[in-house]
């Protein structure tokens, strides 16, 4: 039986533009998961994924346009983040669970027709929904992410594997600034910092840099299975990445090569840091709305 952590509501109490209701669905093992639903059951769904060590605060700034222009905003927090159960033992996590449990989720709402939308680790396990069923989903728009599968560590990302394991402290908020361009306030670090209160909530903030499958790892053969579905993956898949995010520069390179979809949209380049949705929400929106189109 897992020891699970549950974040007070108080904490998340006049986060500056935060305006949205808590939505909430259990899954299995009790675990809840917390997802913002705006925009209407009944119109084609935007799967905002977040990565690590965020929750779906990041997507604060795109989901009132997406849902304003008439599509449904559906921005859930990984177990482990925001106002999701966080268990609290590290062996309850690994990469196969987190795709295991936003299976879970995204059936349980029974969502059709999405649009990925994705960054960071959101894009290792939104691409991994997408294999795993790709006929629910529509089109994706990934951001500064990618789906590795046994390559070296980039000296980049081996600092922040390093840094996240063995740091004495682990400033959320101040980890997401510095990954943004743009310069976050006091009240937005804040907010980012406001799911873990403890040391122990943020077990999987700092377990998950270890999961990403670079060099010999668990996770490769499931990857290669992956990559095998998004080489045949043929609706509209756009890349929009960031010119100044060292960890994911050039990434797109690979999905341009292999995934057949992104023969069908025009990419895009956003302006800002690895935290792309802090520095060109409207950018990224205006990507969304390029896929749509591209499908519709």
């Known amino acids: 039986m897992m020891t699970i952590y549950r974040t007070p509501d108080a904490r998340f109490a006049n986060l500056p533009d935060w305006p949205y209701q808590p939505n909430y669905v259990e899954i299995s093992g009790g675990l809840r998961v917390h997802y913002v639903d705006e ?15 965020t929750w779906s605060y990041l997507y604060r700034h795109m989901i009132g346009p997406v849902s304003k222009a008439g599509l ?12 999701s159960d966080k268990p609290l033992e590290r062996s309850a996590y690994s990469y196969a669970a987190q795709v295991g449990w936003m299976r879970e989720w995204v059936e349980a709402l029974d969502l059709k027709n999405i649009i990925l939308v994705c960054q960071d680790w959101g894009s290792l396990i939104g691409l991994r929904l997408v294999a795993s069923m790709p006929e629910r989903f529509a089109g994706v728009a990934l951001s500064n992410g990618g789906l590795p599968a046994g390559e070296d560590a980039p000296r980049a990302f081996a600092i922040w594997r390093a840094f996240s394991r063995y740091s004495p402290v682990f400033p959320i908020g101040k980890i997401v600034a510095k990954g943004s361009k743009r310069g976050l306030s006091e009240a937005e670090i804040a907010a980012y910092d406001a799911p873990f209160p403890t040391r122990a909530s943020k077990v999987a903030t700092r377990v998950y840099p270890s999961f990403v499958p670079l060099g010999d790892n668990v996770a490769v053969p499931d990857q290669l299975k992956a990559w095998e579905v998004l080489e045949k ?5 756009l890349c929009c990445f960031s010119d100044g995010d060292p960890i994911t520069r050039g990434g797109d390179r ?18 800002g ?5 802090e520095d060109d929400p409207q950018g990224f929106v205006d990507a969304i709305f390029d896929v749509v189109k591209a499908g519709s």
Do not use: C
Request: charged letters at 25%; a positive charge.
């Open 39 to 53: 925009g209407g059951a009944d119109v084609q769904p935007v799967l905002m994924l977040h990565g690590e060590p």
């Open 72 to 83: 449904r905003s559906v921005a859930p927090d990984l177990i482990g983040f925001g106002r």
């Open 233 to 237: 993956f043929d609706k509209p898949f």
């Open 254 to 271: 690979k999905f341009h090569e292999r995934v057949p979809g992104t023969k069908r949209v025009a990419h895009r380049t956003l302006h």
């Open 273 to 277: 840091g690895h935290f792309i949705q």
